[in-house]
Nanobody, 119 residues
Framework: QVQLVESAGGLVQPGGSLRLSCAAS????????MGWYRQAPGNQRELVAT???????NYADSVKGRFTISRDDAKNTLYLQMYSLKPEDTAVYYC?????????????WGQGTQVTVSS
């Protein structure tokens, strides 16, 4: 079994910053690709950023230059550093990890954390 625990989000003023983390524990041999997704009310879940096992990154156009995704494989943890936050960044943020365990590989989702950008 694998568990993912996301850090708390919060209420941030426009222009502010926030860092999210997603820690994996349990039956883990290695973690392949990782990513952050978000879902705003009434919208579909959308990709925010991804990072491969070798550190290659990809970002949605809406967050390029403002968000940075990173990973610490020694801690089995994924991060999302968010700067210059805008009201349109308000959403529930989910991490997604492709984890290889004893039984093979599987995609896991975090529980989601609310980020609200408002004055």
């Amino acid at each position: 079994q694998v568990q993912l625990v996301e850090s708390a989000g919060g209420l941030v003023q426009p222009g502010g910053s926030l860092r999210l983390s997603c820690a994996a524990s349990g039956n883990i041999i290695r973690i392949n690709g990782m990513g952050w997704y978000r879902q705003a009310p009434g919208n579909q879940r959308e990709l925010v950023a991804t990072i491969t096992s070798v550190g290659s990154t990809n970002y949605a156009d809406s967050v390029k230059g403002r968000f940075t995704i990173s990973r610490d494989d020694a801690k089995n943890t994924l991060y999302l550093q968010m700067y210059s936050l805008k009201p349109e960044d308000t959403a529930v943020y989910y991490c997604n990890l492709n984890i290889v365990g004893a039984g093979g590989y599987k995609n896991y989702w975090g529980q989601g954390t609310q980020v609200t950008v408002s004055s």
